[in-house]
């Protein structure tokens, strides 16, 4: 078929056709395969993630520090609108390599969106373990659309945790836990780590993410490490982890029992990769701070004014490197990135609740024209 089409293509003179294709990304199982916990006969469950966007921005540059450079690793668009694709891509591949029928997780939203895609794909079965009524509208969506059993558990993200721990292993043999304590999962978020080299040729200096249940910022200081030790950049970045202040654990150094943030995604009072993020802050010469909801939601609109919308917990990492701007910790010459977790849309409600409403108006020309006059 394609050779049909080329030669027809030809034969109408166009020269260039060959020129013009686009190289199809084959998810980031195949481009990273050397990197990655997966063999020739591993089968390979993608819907293409990875390659995403790192948009400069020299607005943000600007409030960050002088004569930087500033970049948004855009993670929100990957294939279900968040970072985790990376890591569910390795998991559930190597889940069906395993010959399990059942995928588990607790989420705040996101793995959960993106086990019960891959788990579809794969034709595997996906029970995920939300918090009741802490979950955006997006994110509950897509875990039903794409089939998976949605368990609603009254209790906060931290207790699911713990309930879908001790299922996998009462049943390991059949039930695959895709949390990111699965070191699979860790493995392909590392990926973002690897694209970020290739994309700026070198590591940045620092590396801003939000940090939740704590995997994302272990998973990318790994990936650094790695890239390091093969030659492929020529040093690491520190690792600035932030942490919303109402749920702030490895900030305050013990668990929050009740924590809250307008950030539901990073909701979280007893991280399951504590101690790991810690080895990345002290390993990396970097942080784990705080930054408060108001910062976050301050961060928020930058965001979008940029043209890039990320969900409240994503801007916890701009709000971080904007905060530790401010400290004069960000010197001359650093390059830094702030990684945007997840897509604004999973977080419509949010979104709406913190804009100037719409005006209503009539079909009429002129008065919408005076709305125009009146805004400009
Ligand atoms: N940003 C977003 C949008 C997230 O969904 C999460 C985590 C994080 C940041 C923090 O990443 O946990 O690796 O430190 N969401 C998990 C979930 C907990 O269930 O979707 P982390």
Redesign the pocket.
């Known amino acids: 078929m394609v050779g049909e089409e080329q030669s027809r293509r030809n034969s109408t003179g166009e020269k260039d056709s060959r020129a013009r294709r686009l190289t199809r990304w084959p998810g980031l199982i195949e481009h990273y395969r050397r990197f990655l916990p997966v063999t020739a006969t591993t089968p390979v469950v993608t819907l293409n993630e990875g390659n995403t966007p790192l948009i400069e921005s020299s607005e943000l540059a600007s409030r960050v520090g002088q004569n930087i450079k500033f970049y948004l690793k855009y993670d929100?668009v990957n294939p279900t609108g968040?970072?985790?694709d990376r890591g569910m891509t390795v998991a559930i591949s190597k889940a069906l390599e395993a010959g399990v029928k059942t995928v588990i997780?607790?989420?705040?939203?996101?793995?959960?969106?993106?086990a019960a895609a891959y788990a579809a794909r794969a034709g595997l079965r996906a029970f995920v373990l939300?918090p009741r009524g802490a979950t955006a509208i997006g994110?509950l969506s897509q875990s039903l659309m794409h089939g998976a059993r949605v368990i609603e558990i009254v209790g906060n993200?931290d207790i699911c945790l713990k309930v879908v721990r001790d299922l996998a292993e009462r049943d390991p043999t059949r039930i695959r836990l895709v949390?990111?304590i699965n070191p699979d999962r860790i493995a392909g978020?590392k990926t973002a780590a690897f694209e970020i080299c290739d994309q700026l040729g070198d590591a940045p200096t620092h590396h801003f993410?939000?940090?939740?249940?704590?995997?994302?910022?272990?998973?990318c200081w790994a990936g650094y490490n790695e890239y390091r030790e093969r030659g492929l950049c020529s040093g690491t970045p520190k690792m600035m982890?932030y942490q919303a202040a109402g749920s702030a654990p490895i900030v305050m150094g013990h668990p929050v029992d009740d924590p809250h943030t307008v950030?539901t995604?990073?909701k979280?009072g007893n991280?399951a990769?504590w101690r790991a993020?810690e080895a990345a802050r002290d390993e990396s010469g970097g942080v784990i701070d705080m930054v408060t909801d108001g910062e976050i939601l301050a961060a928020y609109r930058l965001v979008a004014a940029q043209g890039a919308f990320?969900?409240p917990?994503?801007a916890?990492s701009v709000a971080g490197a904007i905060k530790c701007g401010a400290s004069g910790a960000i010197k001359p010459g650093s390059v830094v990135v702030c990684?945007l977790?997840?897509h604004g849309l999973?977080d419509p409600d949010t979104a709406l609740k913190n804009l100037s409403s719409t005006i209503v108006c009539e079909p009429d020309i002129d008065k919408v024209y005076r709305i125009m006059e009146n805004e400009r």
Do not use: D, R, Y
């Open positions: 929100g968040s970072f985790k997780c607790a989420s705040t939203g996101n793995t959960s969106a993106s939300i994110k993200f949390n990111s978020q993410l939000p940090v939740g249940n704590a995997g994302n910022i272990t998973a982890g950030a995604a990073i979280i991280p990769s993020a990320a969900e917990a994503s916890a990684t977790t997840g999973k």
